[in-house]
């Protein structure tokens, strides 16, 4: 099998950006992106399905299962300017693949004359930032773009690597003419951080000359509360299942607990 993406539906679109927010360290590219999609009111348009993803399936609401998968959406400003949203529920699970779903993206998105990529991730740094003191660091295609992100405050990073697709986006993407860069908010890298997602939004909406007030940034700490209460509720009853099944196995007779 093959990655498979399912159009939705055609939009018009002049002269798109294409704005990559993946899970990752702290969830920040997925917060930032998903953020943005939420409050620009912006419309999904094609799902990206791959054999690159875990091994599992998601179960709705509704009783329904559906696949894994990524989704593009789009917002246009006016006629002569807009952003493709790219968000979903993984990165590829294995080398190959990540460069496999990179490539994927890279020439679906060609199809709409994208020419600049912004992909959105978190810096690791290990330590509990501010809201307000919170860096975003940054590194480009090409020296023209570097420039660009350091007139614009972006800490330009000269060393290490940046691992999974928001990288290899930037990369594969030059090789197709495509000029991009990294932003990554600096976090902890150990939960979900909604203040480096913040910080990355306001450079991004910086650096394309858009309106901050445009974006409601106090729903993204609600949206991740009710998140963490979720994964919590998971959690007890994760170590609630636990222990019953080591109360099974004590157990001399078959129990069924429901």
């Not at 620009?40 to 998601?58: C, G, M, Q, R």
């Not at 559906?66 to 789009?74: D, H, I, T």
């Not at 090409?142 to 330009?156: C, P, Q, Y």
């Not at 609630?240 to 078959?254: G, I, M, R, W």
Request: with cysteine; net charge negative.
């Amino acid at each position: 099998m093959k990655s498979i993406i399912k159009v939705l539906h055609e939009p018009e679109l002049e002269n798109p950006i294409l704005i990559e927010g993946l899970p990752g360290i702290g969830n920040v590219g997925k917060l930032a992106v998903n953020l943005m999609i939420d409050e620009l009111n912006a419309k999904k348009f094609a799902e990206l399905y791959s054999p690159t993803f875990p091994d599992h399936v998601i179960i709705e609401k509704d009783g329904l299962l559906r696949p894994l998968r990524n989704e593009f959406y789009y917002w246009k400003k006016d006629d002569n300017f807009s952003l493709i949203f790219l968000t979903g529920d993984y990165q590829s699970q294995s080398v190959r693949g990540q460069y496999e779903l990179s490539e994927d993206v890279i020439n679906f998105v060609k199809k709409y004359n994208v020419k600049k990529i912004f992909a959105l991730g978190g810096f690791a740094t290990g330590e509990v930032v501010e809201e307000s003191k919170v860096r975003v660091f940054g590194s480009a295609s090409d020296s023209e773009m570097a420039s660009f992100l350091t007139k614009n405050g972006v800490i330009l990073e000269d060393k290490g690597v940046i691992v999974g697709i928001t990288g290899l986006l930037i990369v594969l993407g030059k090789l197709k003419e495509i000029q991009g860069a990294c932003l990554l908010g600096e976090t902890s890298g150990s939960t979900l951080d909604a203040n480096a997602a913040k910080a990355v939004v306001k450079m991004l909406l910086k650096l394309l000359n858009l309106e901050e007030t445009d974006i409601d940034f106090s729903r993204l700490d609600q949206k991740v509360e009710e998140i963490k209460q979720a994964i919590e509720k998971k959690m007890e009853i994760d170590l609630f299942e636990e222990k019953d099944l080591e109360l099974l196995k004590k157990k001399d007779k078959p129990s069924y607990i429901g």
